[in-house]
């Protein structure tokens, strides 16, 4: 995943833009940079690998050295950035959010241009530097991100940081969110909207699917209107976003409230606690709990010192490791007691069943899980939840391989994606037995989306079931 914060200020904009960019620090573990503009001094730009610190360590010492009047900055799993590039627009740099899929089809053509890209690690090219390449395609900053959003298969939001603006680029469907902030001396553009809350900016508008704004030090102006089609990702609510997020006008935390609650209603085990996977699984036991009237209690708390992020390194041995290592079990919440879990999905199955290992180890006498989404049957193909796992790596297609003693193709899947069909209670069961849990049920996709609130045309649910 990733987020994404700029910022433009009739004074120094740097305290803006290194906090803005921290706020977003739940959304990638791997890569963080800045660049600001300057008229007297320029450009200037930063990268540091942030995998085994947190962002302000990285960067205190660029948050009192940098200086500039607009910049951008970003925090990414994958790519480095933002990037400086220097073409016919003149020099710019370039953040993106986003997934390419087909980025080799739109490299060899541009290649034909005689343009080089420099790979990351892993032999990929930098996505951001192939989203800057297309770009300078086109004769001016409009119609070159108008362009990327037309060509790139898949999703891209964009901030372009020039001498004379910011551009802020929401994705062509909405997949992902920009929001824009004010206050008396600037403008702020970010991916998650509680990130400018605290530096003193008030809400200015939303950026609609394929809107294209340029922020400067004296206004915003809109230079290509917002679409009328928005498919905006679901698993922003369930997981993706911090409590403290809202997209679309909906909270996150609220939004798991709900999700808990109606988990609750469709259920009637019994059992003495409910508990919440940390972090992003608290909120929906809470919603559970209220609703169904068991406690609430914290079996086991994550160590938050040295394991402060939510996403997991993408080597699956260690994942298998820490999977093991963050969370840390409360005895005396678990012995002898029937627990409810509610985590906010399973994909590979591996840290919930290291999860109920550890619990059943304490002295848990029952555990119940509780996904707080439908059951992940596609990888997803417009961000980068999944973008290391094939989808065979999903414990729900490996489940009904074996039922079926094959692959599944769409039709199968769409089978095992009715809640109501002996299939998908086939594949549930067989999905309890390999994880080793007491029971297992999963959040319904019509009551998740019912959760959301918003007209569910403009939800994307394709990860659940296959729906584009």
């Given at each position: 995943?990733?987020?994404?914060?700029?910022?433009?200020?009739?004074?120094?904009?740097?305290?803006?833009?290194?906090?803005?960019?921290?706020?977003?620090?739940?959304?990638?573990?791997?890569?963080?940079?800045?660049?600001?503009?300057?008229?007297?001094?320029?450009?200037?730009?930063?990268?540091?690998?942030?995998?085994?610190?947190?962002?302000?360590?990285?960067?205190?010492?660029?948050?009192?050295?940098?200086?500039?009047?607009?910049?951008?900055?970003?925090?990414?799993?994958?790519?480095?950035?933002?990037?400086l590039v220097r073409s016919h627009h003149g020099t710019f740099a370039i953040a993106t959010v986003g997934k390419v899929n087909n980025s080799d089809e739109i490299v060899d053509d541009i290649i034909k241009g005689n343009t080089h890209f420099f790979?990351?690690?892993?032999?990929?090219?930098?996505?951001?530097?192939?989203?800057?390449?297309?770009?300078?395609?086109?004769?001016?900053?409009?119609?070159?991100?108008?362009?990327?959003?037309?060509?790139?298969?898949?999703?891209?939001?964009?901030?372009?940081?020039?001498?004379?603006?910011?551009?802020?680029?929401?994705?062509?469907?909405?997949?992902?969110?920009?929001?824009?902030?004010?206050?008396?001396?600037?403008?702020?553009?970010?991916?998650?909207?509680?990130?400018?809350?605290?530096?003193?900016?008030?809400?200015?508008?939303?950026?609609?699917?394929?809107?294209?704004?340029?922020?400067?030090?004296?206004?915003?102006?809109?230079?290509?209107?917002?679409?009328?089609?928005?498919?905006?990702?679901?698993?922003?609510?369930?997981?993706?976003?911090?409590?403290?997020?809202?997209?679309?006008?909906?909270?996150?935390?609220?939004?798991?409230?709900?999700?808990?609650?109606?988990?609750?209603?469709?259920?009637?085990?019994?059992?003495?606690?409910?508990?919440?996977?940390?972090?992003?699984?608290?909120?929906?036991?809470?919603?559970?709990?209220?609703?169904?009237?068991?406690?609430?209690?914290?079996?086991?708390?994550?160590?938050?010192?040295?394991?402060?992020?939510?996403?997991?390194?993408?080597?699956?041995?260690?994942?298998?490791?820490?999977?093991?290592?963050?969370?840390?079990?409360?005895?005396?919440?678990?012995?002898?007691?029937?627990?409810?879990?509610?985590?906010?999905?399973?994909?590979?199955?591996?840290?919930?069943?290291?999860?109920?290992?550890?619990?059943?180890?304490?002295?848990?006498?029952?555990?119940?899980?509780?996904?707080?989404?439908?059951?992940?049957?596609?990888?997803?193909?417009?961000?980068n939840f999944s973008r290391s796992t094939s989808e065979m790596e999903l414990i729900t297609r490996r489940v009904i391989t074996k039922l079926e003693g094959k692959e599944p193709d769409d039709e199968m899947l769409r089978a095992y994606a009715d809640?109501?069909?002996?299939?998908?209670?086939?594949?549930?069961?067989?999905?309890?037995?390999?994880?080793?849990?007491?029971?297992?049920?999963?959040?319904?996709?019509?009551?998740?989306?019912?959760?959301?609130?918003?007209?569910?045309?403009?939800?994307?649910?394709?990860?659940?079931?296959?729906?584009?």
């Amino acid at each position: 995943m990733g987020g994404f914060f700029g910022a433009v200020s009739k004074e120094d904009c740097v305290f803006d833009l290194f906090f803005g960019v921290d706020y977003h620090s739940h959304l990638g573990t791997r890569r963080a940079g800045l660049a600001v503009y300057d008229e007297e001094n320029g450009f200037d730009k930063a990268i540091h690998n942030i995998e085994n610190a947190p962002f302000r360590t990285k960067f205190t010492k660029e948050s009192n050295e940098m200086h500039g009047n607009m910049g951008i900055g970003c925090i990414s799993d994958y790519e480095a950035q933002p990037i400086l590039v220097r073409s016919h627009h003149g020099t710019f740099a370039i953040a993106t959010v986003g997934k390419v899929n087909n980025s080799d089809e739109i490299v060899d053509d541009i290649i034909k241009g005689n343009t080089h890209f420099f790979e990351m690690y892993g032999g990929d090219i930098n996505q951001t530097e192939l989203i800057a390449a297309i770009i300078n395609q086109k004769e001016n900053f409009i119609e070159g991100i108008k362009y990327a959003q037309e060509i790139v298969d898949g999703s891209i939001s964009i901030l372009v940081l020039t001498p004379k603006g910011v551009y802020a680029a929401r994705d062509k469907y909405g997949r992902t969110p920009v929001v824009l902030g004010e206050k008396e001396n600037g403008y702020c553009a970010s991916f998650e909207s509680f990130a400018y809350i605290n530096l003193g900016y008030k809400d200015y508008k939303a950026l609609g699917p394929g809107e294209i704004v340029v922020m400067t030090p004296d206004g915003v102006k809109t230079l290509v209107p917002s679409g009328d089609r928005m498919k905006i990702c679901t698993f922003l609510w369930i997981y993706y976003g911090y409590p403290s997020s809202s997209y679309e006008g909906i909270s996150v935390e609220k939004m798991r409230y709900k999700c808990g609650q109606a988990l609750a209603k469709r259920d009637s085990v019994k059992v003495d606690i409910v508990a919440g996977v940390p972090d992003s699984g608290v909120a929906h036991a809470i919603g559970y709990s209220n609703e169904s009237g068991v406690p609430y209690a914290r079996p086991f708390v994550k160590y938050t010192p040295t394991w402060p992020r939510s996403f997991m390194p993408t080597h699956q041995s260690k994942r298998n490791l820490i999977a093991k290592m963050k969370l840390i079990p409360i005895r005396d919440l678990i012995e002898g007691k029937s627990l409810l879990m509610i985590d906010d999905s399973i994909v590979r199955g591996t840290q919930l069943r290291e999860t109920a290992e550890y619990l059943f180890a304490s002295g848990a006498k029952e555990v119940h899980i509780r996904p707080a989404c439908p059951p992940l049957l596609y990888g997803c193909k417009y961000l980068n939840f999944s973008r290391s796992t094939s989808e065979m790596e999903l414990i729900t297609r490996r489940v009904i391989t074996k039922l079926e003693g094959k692959e599944p193709d769409d039709e199968m899947l769409r089978a095992y994606a009715d809640p109501d069909s002996d299939k998908y209670q086939n594949m549930i069961d067989e999905i309890c037995k390999e994880l080793k849990f007491t029971s297992l049920r999963y959040h319904r996709l019509d009551d998740m989306l019912a959760s959301v609130g918003i007209d569910e045309d403009k939800l994307c649910t394709y990860c659940w079931d296959g729906r584009e």
